[in-house]
């Protein structure tokens, strides 16, 4: 019983990392039909580089300051070159993969020839480096920290689609894209703003994740290998429907690793296929 409660913790934990990287992306592919998988390359820099400005510093604001930023710096550059103006690449899954897969190679070949392929992590904070215990069941501090980050990061982005005018602009763009131009907004300026908070997204989930599960040669791919069943668990472009699904699928791994560590990967496609068959649109619809 108490094993089954911590397991399930850290599924929690996990799941919500999970859920803010792949909030930025549900973002941007419910808005533009635009299948950013680059996410996967962005956590790898994002996170390596949180590891080197904490050793340079030794200030964990530094260090999340700098991955959010080099996130930033890099959606806005991405989007000039590649994507403002690209009409042929809307809507055009095939394309859109191969850029991503393009990027997330360049940024793994940078990052093998600057740590030579050195996996990394993050130190925790001292004030959160402890545990508490729960009815018999000890919990670390960071992981508590990660399922509040995580749920903090769902409450946000629900205020700002649900409560202000560029939320409504989002959600009528996810809809009907013409829909914008109709009530008088610029969708390309939306979907720049979009695509901005999506790389930031990854990137705060690479300064969060360097403490984690670290940063290491392959886990770029690992991340879309975990963040693409929670876009298609949730239903696609459903942010609501990522946050369940996320929840789903970091227990479920985390079942996966405690009682059947050959068979955890296939757990999580073992959902995805499940959910499928029961539902084919995901399990939440709107956006």
Same mark, same amino acid.
């Given at each position: 019983?108490?094993?089954?409660? $911590?397991?399930?913790?850290?599924? *929690?934990?996990?799941?919500? %990392? !999970?859920?803010? =990287?792949?909030?930025?992306?549900?973002?941007?592919?419910?808005?533009?039909?635009?299948?950013?998988?680059?996410?996967?390359?962005?956590?790898?820099?994002?996170?390596?580089?949180?590891?080197?400005?904490?050793?340079?510093?030794?200030?964990?604001?530094?260090?999340?300051?700098?991955?959010?930023? +080099?996130?930033?710096?890099?959606?806005?550059?991405?989007? +000039? #070159? &590649?994507?403002?103006?690209?009409?042929?690449?809307?809507?055009?899954?095939?394309?859109?993969?191969? #850029?991503? @897969?393009?990027? /997330?190679?360049?940024?793994?070949?940078?990052?093998?020839?600057?740590?030579?392929?050195?996996?990394?992590?993050?130190?925790?904070?001292?004030?959160? $480096?402890?545990?508490?215990?729960? $009815?018999?069941?000890?919990?670390?501090?960071?992981?508590?920290?990660? /399922?509040?980050?995580?749920?903090?990061?769902?409450?946000?982005?629900?205020?700002?689609?649900?409560?202000?005018?560029?939320?409504?602009?989002?959600?009528?763009?996810?809809?009907?894209?013409?829909?914008?131009?109709? /009530?008088?907004?610029?969708?390309?300026?939306?979907?720049? %703003?979009?695509?901005?908070?999506?790389? #930031?997204?990854?990137?705060?989930?690479? &300064? =969060?994740?360097?403490? @984690?599960?670290?940063?290491?040669?392959?886990?770029?791919?690992?991340?879309?290998?975990?963040? !693409?069943?929670?876009?298609?668990?949730?239903?696609?472009?459903?942010?609501?429907?990522?946050?369940?699904?996320?929840?789903?699928?970091?227990?479920?791994?985390?079942?996966?690793? $405690?009682?059947?560590?050959?068979?955890?990967? &296939? +757990?999580?496609?073992?959902?995805?296929?499940?959910?499928?068959?029961?539902?084919?649109?995901? *399990?939440?619809?709107?956006?």
């Amino acid at each position: 019983m108490l094993q089954g409660v $911590a397991v399930t913790v850290n599924g *929690l934990a996990f799941g919500m %990392l !999970l859920f803010i =990287l792949a909030s930025g992306l549900t973002l941007i592919f419910g808005l533009a039909r635009y299948v950013n998988l680059a996410h996967g390359g962005v956590y790898l820099l994002t996170a390596y580089t949180a590891i080197e400005a904490y050793s340079r510093t030794g200030s964990y604001w530094w260090a999340a300051g700098t991955a959010l930023g +080099l996130a930033g710096v890099l959606g806005a550059t991405i989007y +000039l #070159l &590649f994507v403002r103006g690209r009409t042929w690449l809307r809507g055009n899954p095939l394309p859109q993969v191969l #850029l991503s @897969f393009g990027i /997330i190679y360049v940024i793994a070949d940078l990052m093998q020839g600057r740590y030579h392929g050195l996996a990394r992590s993050l130190p925790v904070p001292d004030s959160i $480096a402890g545990s508490v215990t729960v $009815a018999g069941v000890t919990v670390t501090d960071y992981r508590l920290v990660l /399922i509040g980050a995580g749920v903090m990061v769902a409450v946000s982005l629900w205020l700002l689609l649900r409560k202000t005018s560029f939320g409504s602009a989002v959600r009528a763009g996810v809809d009907d894209h013409n829909m914008l131009s109709a /009530i008088g907004r610029n969708p390309e300026r939306i979907f720049a %703003l979009v695509f901005l908070i999506g790389f #930031l997204l990854t990137g705060l989930s690479g &300064f =969060l994740g360097s403490a @984690f599960i670290g940063a290491s040669p392959g886990v770029e791919y690992t991340i879309i290998l975990y963040t !693409l069943p929670i876009i298609v668990v949730g239903g696609m472009g459903s942010l609501s429907g990522a946050f369940i699904a996320s929840i789903v699928v970091g227990i479920g791994d985390s079942i996966g690793k $405690a009682y059947f560590p050959e068979f955890s990967l &296939f +757990l999580i496609f073992a959902i995805v296929v499940l959910t499928l068959a029961i539902r084919p649109q995901g *399990l939440v619809r709107s956006a």
